[in-house]
T-cell receptor
Framework: EDKVVQSPLSLVVHEGDTVTLNCSYE??????LLWYKQEKKAPTFLFML??SGIEKKSGRLSSILDKKELFSILNITATQTGDSAVYLC?????????WGLGTSLAVNP | SQTIHQWPATLVQPVGSPLSLECTVE??????LYWYRQAAGRGLQLLFY??????ISSEVPQNLSASRPQDRQFILSSKKLLLSDSGFYLC????????????FGPGTRLLVL
């Protein structure tokens, strides 16, 4: 059965810390892995990863995919209180998207 | 640029009443369209997706239905709401390849009393 598992489920850090969020997946005919950030409302897109070993960066956020070990990580450096959110990982093939339950990150000042 | 709208933003309905939530997309043609529900403390659940006008796939059996009367319009409906239908309903679109990035609307918060 296809599944996406995120860890940790919940994380509390202090401003300035660096965090690594994990996502492992088992997706038949895997095509892509996506990361979203969800605050109080709709998820906003962060990254789409299709190739192994190529890091994608956006400001303090970066992500990389390992298609051999079937996982991805999302790194956030120098965290800020505005990074507090649920981070969602999604694995997709050409037929469906499989959602993880998310990692809830709280950044305390 | 593409935008996605959902209406209404918040809705409070009595049990047994009908429901109609609307989602419209601008700035793109032939999108895939999706309805999700997020219940309190739970993850996103895909309810329906559509690859074209009149083409609806249901992911889970339930009290809800979806329709796509126009290329960029997706409607979520119910004839009789249940308490368990309460939640946050999100519409999303993607280009016509599943597995591509989805872009979400602002969502509709539904409370069934």
């Amino acid at each position: 059965e296809d599944k996406v598992v995120q860890s940790p489920l919940s994380l509390v850090v202090h401003e300035g810390d660096t965090v690594t969020l994990n996502c492992s997946y088992e997706v038949t005919n895997f095509r892509s892995l996506l990361w979203y950030k969800q605050e109080k409302k709709a998820p906003t897109f962060l990254f789409m990863l299709t190739s192994s070993g190529i890091e994608k960066k956006s400001g303090r956020l970066s992500s990389i995919l390992d298609k051999k070990e079937l996982f991805s990580i999302l790194n956030i450096t120098a965290t800020q209180t505005g990074d507090s959110a649920v981070y969602l990982c999604i694995g997709g093939n050409n037929r469906k998207l499989i959602w993880g339950l998310g990692t809830s990150l709280a950044v305390n000042p | 640029s593409q935008t996605i709208h959902q209406w209404p933003a918040t809705l409070v309905q009595p049990v047994g009443s009908p429901l109609s939530l609307e989602c419209t997309v601008e700035g793109t043609s032939n999108p895939n369209l999706y309805w999700y529900r997020q219940a309190a403390g739970r993850g996103l659940q895909l309810l329906f997706y559509s690859v074209g006008i009149g083409q609806i796939s249901s992911e889970v059996p339930q009290n809800l239905s979806a329709s796509r009367p126009q290329d960029r319009q997706f409607i979520l409906s119910s004839k009789k709401l249940l308490l368990s239908d309460s939640g946050f309903y999100l519409c999303a679109w993607s280009v016509r390849v599943v597995g591509e990035t989805q872009y979400f609307g602002p969502g509709t918060r539904l409370l069934v009393l």
